[in-house]
């Protein structure tokens, strides 16, 4: 998945307009998006819209980002939501793989409730916004098998360390926040999960999106999430393996083939080794995918 885009769930319109968006996952929001008044309104509007939405055929992945542990709120945010049956769990404010432990065995309770395989749903955790979960970034691994991909957020966390800003002057982020997102993208490593991109806030910045997917891509993260539709379309263009890209780990995949047993082959002047053979085999795993 490439491109995941919030919504707030209390909004039927919204929710209407994420089907048509595009977007490789929806984010159905019942966390930092909707007001304490509005809990149990969005609770209900998201079980509604996820009945609707989940039979049809061609439709995005569905996820709820549910609220945290330590709000009170995620036991009766999986009692409404659960039956509805989503693709997944959004796990926010996790403080590392005892959280992640502790979020499935919620879920599993509420899959025996309503009759679902154990298992169904799947978690994502959001693994940076809290200063405790930065030490806990690397312990990830092996927590569930569930955990199928890790992001990161710069929001929460800076208010959590009393920071007046989180980005430069030019829109970059600061010191603490290049920590986070680094930490992310080594325990998602770690873990053998999808590492996803946080998101970018100012909506209209289109250069800034595409210069945070470039940089994201660069550095090994596969997906980013979205606050507004207009942010699909470049989110899924930078993150969808470049026909070039394509070429080349199919070149490297037969060039191992052609040279059987061995470990390094060259290209046009360039060593590849294992590594990279097996960073070609995904990137083609994630084309296919992307391909249908
Ligand atoms: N999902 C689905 N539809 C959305 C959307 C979203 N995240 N954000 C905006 N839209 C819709 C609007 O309803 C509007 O629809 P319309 O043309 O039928 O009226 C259209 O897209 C254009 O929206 P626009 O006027 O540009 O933005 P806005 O001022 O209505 O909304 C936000 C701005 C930030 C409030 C809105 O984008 C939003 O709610 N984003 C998600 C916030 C969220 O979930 N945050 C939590 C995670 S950090
Ligand atoms: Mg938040």
Redesign the pocket.
């Known amino acids: 998945m490439r491109s995941f885009?919030?919504?707030?769930g209390d909004?039927p319109?919204?929710l209407d307009?994420?089907m048509g968006?595009g977007a490789d996952a929806l984010l159905l929001?019942l966390e930092?998006?909707i007001s304490p008044q509005n809990k149990a309104q969005a609770r209900a509007t998201t079980l509604a819209f996820l009945k609707e939405a989940m039979p049809v055929k061609a439709r995005p992945r569905i996820y709820v980002r549910i609220n945290g542990l330590a709000t009170g709120l995620t036991d009766d945010d999986l009692d409404a939501v659960v039956s509805g049956r989503p693709d997944g769990i959004m796990f926010p404010k996790a403080e590392g793989g005892a959280a992640v432990i502790h979020c499935d065995a919620k879920i599993t309770a509420r899959e025996a409730v309503h009759g679902l395989p154990e298992g169904a749903l799947d978690i994502i955790a959001i693994a940076t916004e809290t200063a405790q979960a930065m030490f806990l970034a690397g312990t990830y691994v092996d927590a569930s098998k569930r955990l199928k991909g890790l992001t990161w957020g710069a929001?929460d966390l800076s208010v959590e360390l009393g920071a007046e800003a989180n980005r430069d002057r030019d829109g970059h982020f600061l010191a603490p926040y290049q920590l986070a997102r680094s930490l992310c993208l080594a325990g998602a490593a770690a873990a053998q999960v999808q590492a996803i991109d946080t998101?970018t806030i100012d909506?209209r910045n289109e250069a800034g999106l595409r210069r945070e997917c470039e940089e994201a891509r660069r550095d090994g993260f596969t997906g980013k999430m979205a606050?507004?539709?207009?942010q699909v379309a470049i989110i899924n263009e930078v993150f969808t393996p470049t026909a070039e890209a394509v070429k080349r780990a199919e070149a490297v995949i037969a060039a191992f083939a052609d040279n059987p047993g061995t470990g390094t082959v060259g290209i046009g002047g360039v060593m590849y080794d294992r590594p990279h053979l097996e960073r070609a085999r995904q990137l083609l795993a994630r084309a296919k995918a992307i391909s249908g």
């Open positions: 885009l919030f919504i707030p909004s319109k919204k307009k994420g968006s929001d930092d998006s929001e998101v909506f606050i507004h539709p207009a």
